[in-house]
């Protein structure tokens, strides 16, 4: 039997057969893992304490025909507090949904890791206001949306290419998910939402679209048109994202975002998840409920 | 696909008891040549009784837990302390409790815990109907004994910041090191917790 050792951050851990545990790790070295913990449920399992979501852990595992089992694991850093508290325990699910949704097993990325580490530290630091928490996951979703390579496009028109500069006033600055980032006047108006060709997944039907009415409801005035809206932006915002998308963890944490710019954010990055992903993050509505 | 080496009713009997949790073919087989080896009226009571037991058992309208009669027992009886009640998820942990025999209240059973990563939101639970017995009722005290997992933690977090503005005392079951255990051998946030929890003596 081989057996390996893992380090990393559990992003789920769903209960499974009668008294186990199938636990999501985020290794650096190894990518995502899933392993079994026999027994985790049990009050006198010396695995139970450790097998909890979000705690960054040291495991023994030993490799099994179709599943791997874990038989050992010490604790590194247990962040309790992103348990123990709604909005931080709302914010953490989040971010464990969002991130095993995208990662593929055995797929290493340390930078993942790294970034998904320093949003539980970071989580875990600050007080768990609405403001913060929205802070920590806007950095979060365009730094790890750069990392899986579904970036939206910030500095140039998402449909013909043309860079910002060219086209946007000082005014507000139309954001489509459809096409993949912010849209020149001219390609909005043009082809359905101003995607080229290729820019929208084929056989993409006005029904396929889950939230439109949500997202709508928000922003009254705008055009209502199938596939998901377009969101508008102000020059600050758009200034915001493009930081935080590049920044580092420390002048993530600097920036100084306005309600406005962290509204305007949310609606653009979660209408763009969403069109990535093809569904919504379950874990949103807990958090919309929470951060009320 | 082979012919089935069973006869027709024993093979069915095999694929009714693969359905049961934990019971795969082979232990399925087993089952069903036991029943057929058992006397005939032991196995029309087994049978009576599971169809008794899914025909009869239902949610008891004001703790929701499991019952034959309504309200149930534990609802229905006079001598529980009508002051203190205590949150659970399943009908299996109220079990649990009463086996401890340590608690004379009354129940709550919310059928469930929030989990956001599985999706399940307050409206799954008995949220309202637990928020109108608190209003209604002459409760002292809510102990939030949900588990001590994050889906619980949540669900006590939650609860707590439902029922705080009704004024009634809110406290949440211990956790710690449990009896019998070695403290060499128990994990480290269990450990932080005992230690966080700890009393006067």
Redesign the interface.
Known sequence: MVNYKVDGLVL???PF??ADRILTILDPRLGKVEAVAKGARR??S?????C????HNQFFLWQGRSLDGISQC??VE?F?CL????PR??AA??V??FVDDVVRERDPSPETYELVLDTFRWLAEAEPTKANVTHILRAFDLRFLALAGFAPSLDACAGCGQPLAAWAGTGQVAFSAAAGGVICPACRAGTALGGEEGTAPAGETPGNWPDTSRLDAAQPGLPCRAGPPVILLSPGTLASMRHLAQADSARARVLRLTPRAAQEMGQALRAHITYCLDRRL??L???D??LG | MAKSQYPEALARLIQEFTRLPGIGPKSAQRLAFHVLRMEERDVLALATALADAKRRIGRCSVCYNLADTQPCHICGDPQRDRTVLCVVEEANDLIAMEKARTFGGLYHVLEGALSPLEGVGPEALRLPELVKRVKGGEFREVILATNPTVEGEATAMYIARLLRPLGVRLTRIARGVPVGGDLEYADEVTLARALEGRRDV
């Open positions: 789920k851990a769903r057969g009668e009050v006198k010396s695995l139970r304490g450790a909890q979501p979000f705690s010490e604790v247990s309790s348990r123990d508290d709604l325990m709302a699910s989040y464990a949904e379950k874990s509505d807990f958090l409920s929470v």
